[in-house]
């Protein structure tokens, strides 16, 4: 799956622009990145979906794990990427008042317009209540408001960087992104979510405490690792 948004949506972060301009490396403009998403072997029939000038979505069901499925699914101009199974989807389903043949994407949609609208609830409450190996890059046109969430352990994996042209693009495929971003490339930190209505990257446990990178090594290819401020666990692992 692949997610592209601009600086109107995401403000860019800090950590990621710093590693990204350590070491000349390659990046390509974010409409490249898109149509080298959609132009991969197996990647035929793709859904994409076009957010103008905020960005874009995309996601193919090519080279998905048979456990870890790949699912979208669009509401009152709500989109949603999923990628993962959540362990409790019944008893959510039955807390939001879904049918019992709705999915993980669908109930995601349904808790994040509850988080919406009946403001001040918080993002961490809602997040915590998902149990399983998931990642998710959510989209609401209306407000401009992006939440993208990793499980606690990381189960689906997620990374993020910067693109040519500024932009923030998510994605499950490190490869894809490699060519894109440069070393501004990096594992999305497990058990934090980014919502840029909350001001940016959080932890579910310690949603007031700041998350913060700590560069990576010239020769690594990912440019940053995350830790919760007050904590001396290191949410990813650079890899190599």
């Not at 609401?140 to 910067?162: N, Q, Y």
Request: proline share 6%; net charge negative; glycine share 8%.
């Amino acid at each position: 799956m692949l997610a592209v948004f601009s600086g109107e949506v995401v403000e860019v972060p800090a950590e990621l622009v710093a590693a990204g301009s350590r070491t000349p490396s390659p990046k390509t403009r974010a409409s490249e990145l898109v149509k080298r998403f959609l132009a991969a072997p197996g990647a035929d029939p793709a859904v994409s979906v076009d957010l103008g000038s905020l960005g874009n979505l995309a996601y193919s069901h090519a080279n998905q794990s048979l456990l870890l499925p790949r699912s979208f699914a669009a509401k009152d101009e709500i989109f949603c990427l999923f990628e993962g199974v959540l362990d409790n989807l019944g008893r959510l389903s039955q807390q939001y008042g879904l049918s019992k043949g709705g999915n993980e994407v669908v109930l995601v949609i349904e808790a994040y317009k509850t988080l919406r609208d009946r403001a001040p609830y918080p993002a961490s409450f809602m997040l915590s209540q998902l149990t399983g190996s998931y990642a998710f890059v959510l989209f609401d046109k209306s407000t401009s408001s992006l939440l993208v969430a990793s499980d606690p352990e990381g189960k689906v994996p997620l990374f993020w960087g910067i693109t040519a042209d500024g932009c923030v693009a998510f994605s499950d495929d490190i490869d894809l992104l490699k060519g894109s971003c440069g070393k501004s490339l990096a594992p999305f930190p497990q058990g934090c979510f980014y919502w840029n209505a909350l001001g940016g990257l959080k932890s579910y446990e310690n949603p007031k405490n700041k998350v913060t990178a700590v560069p990576a090594n010239e020769e690594e290819i990912c440019g940053a690792t995350f830790m919760v401020e007050g904590s001396s666990t290191v949410l990813t692992a650079p890899l190599q």
